[in-house]
């Protein structure tokens, strides 16, 4: 999809946060990806493992992906569904077989607005999840999102 306006990466072994637009920018262990108001489309890539001791990538072929984006326990901010994942223009390497996936979310719109209001930034979860055909729910990844109003 044309008109990139934002790339975040995940690597869940090093449980670390890259900027994508400067793939060498390690944003830090165990801290918040920066998501800007007002992108339409930004591009968030995952590397996934099933055993992290072996670097061994998890076979997430056949599952229902689907991603939300808010505070745990309330309605979801931003969400992707199935549709949104591992389109070839958002990451030519994307491959649920071999646990690299990618999807993207709008932050623009009402809910953004009114969420963020006037302040800087607000801190939220990224939770992806896997839906496999028995119909259990799995989660795939977790990690902090912190939605600014403005960049830095």
């Not at 830090?28 to 990806?33: D, G, I, K, L, W």
């Not at 930004?42 to 808010?70: C, E, H, M, P, Q």
């Not at 199935?82 to 996936?101: E, L, V």
Request: with cysteine.
């Amino acid at each position: 999809m044309s008109g990139i306006s934002q790339q975040v990466y995940y690597d869940q072994l090093t449980n670390q946060l890259i900027d994508g637009t400067n793939v060498s920018s390690v944003i830090s262990t165990n801290t918040y990806a920066k998501l800007f108001r007002n992108n339409e489309h930004v591009i968030i890539r995952a590397n996934v493992y099933s055993d992290a001791s072996t670097s061994t990538f998890a076979n997430l072929a056949g599952l229902t992906l689907s991603a939300k984006i808010g505070t745990v326990g309330t309605t979801a901010l931003m969400t992707a569904n199935n549709a949104s994942f591992n389109q070839t223009a958002d990451w030519s390497m994307a491959n649920a077989s071999a646990g690299k996936i990618c999807f993207y979310v709008n932050t623009s719109g009402t809910a953004v607005d009114t969420a963020l209001g006037t302040v800087e930034f607000k801190n939220y979860a990224c939770n992806i999840n896997g839906n496999d055909i028995s119909g259990d729910d799995i989660t795939v990844a977790q990690f902090n999102i912190q939605l600014k109003n403005t960049p830095d």
